[in-house]
Structure formats: structure tokens, C-alpha cells
């Protein structure tokens, strides 16, 4: 099945800086990939996706990259603030042969640090 | 979001008990899905449903049970076969299919007494 790996694990940046989380995958036919937000005890947002058929997508202050050759894709957040403060999961879903679900990774919790 | 709900929020389960988590939907989303959460870690399947009447086993399904008698609802049991209950549990729905967002409910904490 699927393998989702992300790093960091913990991340600590000034606000106002950039943050970088990276994921790869296993499975080269996983096509989405969603990114969710989780504050303490409260459920997933998800914050931003992209299709197999696209390198990049922009939204505001958050983008994601991804590299299907590599198999590796990744959040940025510019201009970080301290509601951005959570973890961070990324997840792929895979199509075809019946499958549905996402495969999560561990996750990254990331800190603004004032 | 505010069309999913579950409950209970908190849950306790005794040794040998089965106990059902609830949740339900008004987006009129056809797929549901139930994860399991434990501290450090990410989101694991446990099982999916596309439509009514249908469901299929994720990753991590040995000691739960699922129905969907209805598109709205798709309760989860807990058996006394799943040794270790404990963690967060999540119940999420989408349109359904591999690229449509999947939305969460607020969660249900079970701990053993």
C-alpha cells in the first residue's frame, strides 16, 4: 500500500519567516494530494490540494509544489504568523483498483516563535 | 464543518464492552470514512464507505465494525476484540471518488476505564 513520510517532524520559525514541510510518496499512482491544519484537539482543515496534473497552486500566504518524477511534494507558508502555530499533515489518495481513503503522514508541528 | 456531527465527544469503554461512536452528515456527501488518531502520529484508515449499503476495510480494520443503512449516517463500533482502544477518532465525508476534498467532524475521544 501507500507510504507517506514527512520531515520535519517539529519546525520552529520567526514570525514573519518562511516555512517549508516536505512529503514523499511510494505509490507513483497516488494523483491528490491534500494538506490539513490541526489545532489542538480540534479537527483537520484542510487547507490546500493538488492534482497529479499540476506542479503548483497558490492560495494567499500558502502554496504546494509537487514533483511526480521524485515523488515528493510540499507545503510553503510565507509570511508566517502565530495563528499558524498547529500541526500540519500531509495525505495521498491514490486511484483505481477500488481503493479510496487517503494515506496520512505523522505530521509536523510547527511553532511561530514571536 | 458544520455539516458533520459527531458524538459523543468523550467516550469510556470497560473491559469487554462494545461501544458505537455516531456520526452524521448533511452535505449529502455520498462517501464517509472513519480514522484513528494516536498522539504523535498521523491519520489511519480504518474503514470507507462509497455508497449506501457498502463499505470497505482500510488499514487498520481488525476490531471495528461499520453500517451504513442510510447516506447520512455511518456509526462506528469499537468490539472488545480491538485491544487497544484508546485515541482519537475521527468520521470525515466527501462527493467521493480519489480527488474530492475530505471534510472532518470535531471527533470523538474513547479511553479505557
Known amino acids: 500500500g501507500e507510504n507517506v513520510e514527512q520531515h520535519p517532524s517539529t519546525l520552529s520559525v520567526q514570525e514573519g519567516d518562511s516555512a517549508v514541510i516536505k512529503c514523499t510518496y511510494s505509490?507513483?499512482?497516488?494523483?491528490?494530494f491534500p494538506w490539513y491544519k490541526q489545532e489542538l484537539g480540534k479537527r483537520p482543515q484542510l487547507i490546500i490540494d493538488i492534482r497529479s496534473n499540476v506542479g503548483e497552486k497558490k492560495d494567499q500566504r500558502i502554496a504546494v509544489t509537487l514533483n511526480k518524477t521524485a515523488k515528493h511534494f510540499s507545503l510553503h507558508i510565507t509570511e508566517t504568523q502565530p495563528e499558524d502555530s498547529a500541526v500540519y499533515f500531509c495525505a495521498a489518495s491514490i486511484t483505481g483498483g477500488g481503493a479510496d481513503g487517503l494515506t496520512f503522514g505523522k505530521g509536523t508541528h510547527l511553532i511561530i516563535q514571536p | 464543518d458544520g455539516g458533520i456531527t459527531q458524538s459523543p465527544k468523550y467516550l469510556f469503554r470497560k473491559e469487554g464492552q462494545n461501544v458505537t461512536l455516531s456520526c452524521e452528515q448533511n452535505?449529502?456527501?455520498?462517501?464517509m470514512y472513519w480514522y484513528r488518531q494516536d498522539p504523535g502520529q498521523g491519520l489511519r484508515l480504518i474503514y470507507y464507505s462509497q455508497i449506501v449499503n457498502d463499505f470497505q476495510k482500510g488499514d487498520i480494520a481488525e476490531g471495528y465494525s461499520v453500517s451504513r443503512e442510510k447516506k447520512e449516517s455511518f456509526p462506528l463500533t469499537v468490539t472488545s476484540a480491538q485491544k487497544n482502544p484508546t485515541a482519537f477518532y475521527l468520521c470525515?465525508?466527501?462527493?467521493?471518488?480519489?480527488?474530492?476534498?475530505?471534510?472532518f467532524g470535531d471527533g470523538t475521544r474513547l479511553s479505557i476505564l
Open positions: 452535505l449529502n456527501h455520498d462517501a
Open positions: 505509490d507513483s499512482a497516488s494523483n491528490y
Open positions: 470525515a465525508s466527501s462527493l467521493g471518488g480519489w480527488d474530492q476534498p475530505q471534510h
